[in-house]
């Protein structure tokens, strides 16, 4: 069955580069994004694993911790990730689950026999700390992902979870934000100091309230 927004993201324990992953005590009080890749030693692969490894600052900074996964064994991975700091100039510096068995690719969907019966797609969870999925994107193998708008994505998680506001259309950490419709104008008088612009009654435009 496929995971769903709002669904418990499954357990399981799987070796990895960085030893045996209990996936919800790693996980802890943070965030997490866990993301997939069809195998080891995939030029597509290989420059998406650089750019995390370059941007583990910027979801540190976040509370995110970031976690991958590929179907060879955790053996490949190690030699692979000599290639990612020859060609991409970072190091490996999160852990990368092996999957051989696919137990983990199954649990959470990650082949589809439409794509190709053997190989993961290129899979990305993110993960709240109470271990419920946020949110899920699914790329084919072909398709590079762009994880400055996965950080995107997660700065607008974590502002709507702890406020009573939305992100409007290519919303960017900093820019106004939307009320939701939910809260009465009463109500939002308490929570939204700063005030507000109604374009429409539904439509209730607020500078970011953590700002």
Request: aromatic share 8%; net charge neutral; charged share 25%.
């Amino acid at each position: 069955m496929a995971i769903q927004l709002g669904d418990v993201a499954p357990d399981f324990t799987q070796e990895s580069t960085e030893g045996t992953i209990k996936f919800h005590d790693w996980i802890g009080d943070k965030w997490a994004v866990l993301f997939s890749h069809p195998k080891d030693f995939t030029p597509v692969c290989t420059t998406e694993l650089g750019a995390v490894a370059k941007l583990k600052p910027e979801f540190e900074k976040r509370n995110v911790k970031v976690i991958g996964l590929s179907v060879d064994p955790v053996t490949d991975h190690r030699k692979w990730a000599q290639d990612i700091q020859d060609t991409q100039g970072a190091a490996l510096n999160f852990p990368l689950i092996g999957d051989a068995d696919r137990k983990v690719s199954n649990l959470y969907g990650m082949i589809h026999p439409n794509a190709n019966d053997t190989l993961t797609v290129r899979s990305v969870f993110i993960i709240g700390p109470d271990k419920k999925v946020k949110l899920s994107i699914t790329y084919p193998a072909s398709t590079g992902r762009n994880f400055d708008e996965i950080l995107r994505v997660i700065d607008s998680l974590q502002l709507t979870a702890n406020h009573k506001v939305a992100t409007p259309v290519n919303w960017q950490q900093g820019q106004d934000c939307i009320i939701v419709p939910s809260l009465s104008d009463e109500d939002a008088k308490k929570l939204f100091p700063k005030g507000w612009k109604a374009l429409k009654p539904y439509l209730r435009v607020t500078p970011q309230p953590n700002r």
